[in-house]
């Protein structure tokens, strides 16, 4: 199975159009949050629906040095995943998912019916968390929200769209559910899987 895009090219720099974080003149704020352009081929025989995940693994661990001023977050802190897109139960017969189709925007308290494929389900991205004790945007982040990495972070981050094709067309999941349900759901159904990755960051100093 091959998964490719019209919006960035594999492993070089995602446009700000697709991230939710995006440079200012004052520091960084919110952006376009489209979400990119990616169609697929080569697909399995006998696949009867198609997983999606967007994560990325160099989130820092230390959250109260995101956007500290005065602080960098330097390159060798340790790392952890995070998701910013879980969609599953895509038909079949879906092989390519428009620029802008899913998100298009920032939601404060995230998006509440999140757009996509006829019959695909949704589940919580990251910033569900990330925004927990924030009352102006708390709530249940729904779809694609793209990256909005700390500005002061040194790491160049990279994100990694995989597609996976599963014998299954509906996966047993919650009504609220995450990657991890997902990837704990697709065990033993995982027909085939593509990846490709771009890479962001808000940092003025770190290039890639």
């Known amino acids: 199975m091959r998964l490719t895009s019209d919006s960035f090219e594999h492993r070089g720099r995602l446009p700000g159009e697709f991230a939710a974080g995006v440079r ?9 949050n489209r979400n990119p352009q990616l169609r697929w081929d080569d697909v ?6 198609f997983a999606l995940l967007l994560i990325d693994p160099d ?11 005065g602080v960098e977050i330097p390159v060798d802190q340790p790392r952890c995943e995070f998701t910013h897109w879980a969609m599953v139960d895509i038909p079949a017969d879906i092989r390519e ?4 189709s899913c998100s298009d925007g920032v939601v404060a308290h995230g998006k509440r019916e999140p757009a996509g ?3 695909t ?9 990330w925004f927990a004790a924030d009352v102006a945007m708390r709530g249940d982040w729904l779809g694609y929200d793209g990256p909005f990495p700390p500005p002061n972070d040194l790491r160049l981050h990279r994100y990694f769209f995989r597609l996976f094709a599963l014998d299954v067309a509906r996966l047993e999941l919650p009504a609220r559910f995450t990657s991890a349900d997902v990837l704990r759901a697709m065990h033993g159904h995982v027909l085939g899987e593509a990846t490709i990755h ?10 890639g």
Do not use: W
């Open 121 to 129: 389900r949704q589940g919580l991205n990251d910033y569900t968390g």
């Open 59 to 69: 989130a820092p661990t230390v959250p109260g040095m995101a956007g500290k001023a």
């Open 198 to 207: 771009a890479t962001y960051s808000l940092h003025p100093g770190v290039k």
């Open 117 to 119: 494929p006829a019959g």
């Open 97 to 100: 998912i428009a620029a802008g």
């Open 24 to 32: 200012t003149e004052t520091g960084a704020g919110f952006g376009p």
């Open 44 to 49: 399995p025989p006998g696949t009867r629906s």
